[in-house]
């Protein structure tokens, strides 16, 4: 009797570790992309003569974090947070490195020719074949989009981009919603009047067809677009530690027009901030039973190019996980960047020229040592 009772337990559980694994495998396969796969099958890959050095296990490893509207939004594709998690197994340590997404850049747009570019781009080229159909071939399969965010970011800083992890606005938000809100130790307080109302961006608040004309002919940029108040609502944020549900934590990261820490570096600041606390509710005990939403969650709005076996090995490399050190890095015009203008356009470019990445490569250096 004792048997058959041991014989039914054994295979209880072998049956629910399959189906969750069975589960688990089929939400993986839908955010999983071959970064090194070809678009086109005719095309053969090249392959080196030079024999590849064995990769240290516990050596270094770099995942782009990108963050980006996705549909809905105006230039859905085009990534508002760029972010390197510089990961050091030996030191259980991760470096956060923030680039802005002003810092300006050539992107090729076809075999043969390059458009100098805002890196935010990037990822929206790379992920849409049918305006650029003629791109190189790695920018053309699925990972198309991380692959040629991985290139420029690389040209930027002088790292080797291991992997990429992209998600949309509506994964970023279920995710913390999921896990019940963070807590965001907020670095500054900041008020926001012009943080925009998805679905009023074309509203005329009132104004006739001869004020918008006018206005048009004299304005631009931010100074047209605050003539149409009722496009736009106010936050504001204290100093402090302040518990978040998804909307609330998008609007901190994304908040671009405070009179105090509205630029792209200030927000590179607030992204930080918000992945350490993110960090902090996933390895929370209250968070454990969460995980399989969260994953359920993030695998309709999130994709990347960890394989399984990387993934396993990235996570058994860490010890414990609770003593996890992060720091964080930001490129700045107070650091290693210049404000330019080029073809009317505000843009940011290294202190040593344009195209000159030398001096940035060096300052990420001098701040990973």
């Not at 495998?25 to 050095?53: H, M, Q, R």
Request: glycine content about 8%; charged content about 25%; hydrophobic content about 40%.
């Amino acid at each position: 009797m004792k048997r058959k009772i041991y014989l039914g337990i054994f295979f209880l559980v072998l049956f629910l570790a399959s189906t969750t694994l069975s589960y688990l495998w089929g939400i993986y396969k839908n955010i999983y992309v071959d970064s090194k796969a070809l678009a086109n099958s005719k095309v053969e890959a090249k392959v080196s003569v030079s024999p590849t050095p064995t990769p240290d296990p516990l050596g270094p490893k770099d995942i782009l974090i990108l963050g980006y509207g996705g549909p809905g939004h105006e230039g859905g594709l085009l990534t508002d947070t760029i972010l390197i998690a510089h990961i050091r197994p030996r030191d259980n340590s991760i470096t956060l490195i923030s680039i802005p997404r002003d810092v300006a850049i050539y992107l090729p747009v076809t075999r043969d020719k390059s458009e100098y570019l805002k890196v935010n781009h990037a990822y929206a080229i790379g992920t849409d074949h049918k305006n650029y159909p003629d791109k190189p071939i790695e920018y053309l399969n699925e990972a198309g989009g991380g692959n040629l965010a991985k290139y420029a970011v690389n040209l930027i800083t002088g790292l080797q981009i291991d992997y990429f992890v992209s998600v949309n606005f509506v994964g970023f938000t279920n995710i913390i919603n999921t896990l019940g809100g963070i807590s965001v130790n907020v670095p500054y307080t900041f008020e926001d009047k012009f943080y925009p109302l998805k679905g009023l961006e074309n509203e005329l608040c009132g104004k006739s067809e001869e004020e918008i004309k006018v206005l048009t002919a004299t304005l631009s940029g931010e100074f047209l677009e605050k003539e149409f108040p009722c496009r736009y609502e106010t936050i504001k944020y204290v100093k402090g530690v302040q518990v978040m549900d998804g909307e609330t934590a998008l609007k901190f990261v994304r908040s671009r027009h405070s009179e105090i820490g509205g630029g792209d570096f200030a927000r590179a600041q607030r992204q930080q901030a918000l992945i350490v606390a993110l960090k902090n509710k996933l390895l929370s005990y209250k968070s454990i039973p969460k995980i399989i939403s969260v994953i359920n969650t993030a695998s309709k709005n999130v994709l990347t190019d960890i394989d399984f076996k990387s993934g396993f090995d990235l996570l058994n490399d860490y010890g414990e996980l609770k003593d996890l050190k992060i720091k964080t890095v930001t490129l700045t015009t107070d650091n290693v960047l210049e404000e330019v203008v080029v073809n009317r356009q505000y843009v940011l470019v290294p202190k040593g020229g344009q195209d000159n990445w030398e001096v940035i490569h060096q300052y990420i250096k001098e701040n990973l040592n």
